[in-house]
């Protein structure tokens, strides 16, 4: 099993920075790719951002293209999400998750998922 705490979620005002942070524990060796989601009230589950293990091949959803930024931290098995430019429309639950295979973007293929962290955005 791998468990996947996220830190970093908060209120900010439209044009501000966030940096969410994933951390890995558990059996991080079977860990090929992670990947950060959203989710805002009455929506489906949004790509927002993944990079494999390796910290190679991030790909981003195109509503955060150009304002973030997802890297590994390998001191911690960690992973990051710098946002910038915040806007309103960012308002949602934000989540990381982790699977065996590399990078996709779709919610359903990942194994593990951690604790949502809202991040609201205010204008």
């Known amino acids: 099993q791998v468990q996947l705490a996220v830190a970093g979620g908060g209120l900010v005002q439209a044009g501000g920075s966030l940096r969410l942070s994933c951390a890995a524990s558990?059996?991080?060796?079977?860990?090929?790719?992670m990947g950060w989601f959203r989710q805002a009230p009455g929506k489906e589950r949004e790509f927002v951002a993944a990079?494999?293990?390796?910290?190679?091949?991030?790909a981003y959803g195109d509503s955060v293209k150009g304002r973030s930024t997802i890297s590994r931290g390998y001191a911690k098995n960690m992973v990051y999400l710098q946002m910038n430019s915040l806007k309103p429309e960012d308002t949602a639950v934000y989540y990381c998750?982790?699977?065996?295979?590399?990078?996709?973007?779709?919610?359903?293929?990942?194994?593990?998922w951690g604790q949502g962290t809202q991040v609201t955005v205010s204008s």
């Open positions: 558990g059996r991080t060796f079977s860990i090929n790719g």
């Open positions: 990079i494999n293990w390796s910290g190679d091949s991030p």
């Open positions: 998750a982790a699977r065996a295979g590399r990078v996709v973007v779709s919610a359903s293929l990942y194994d593990y």
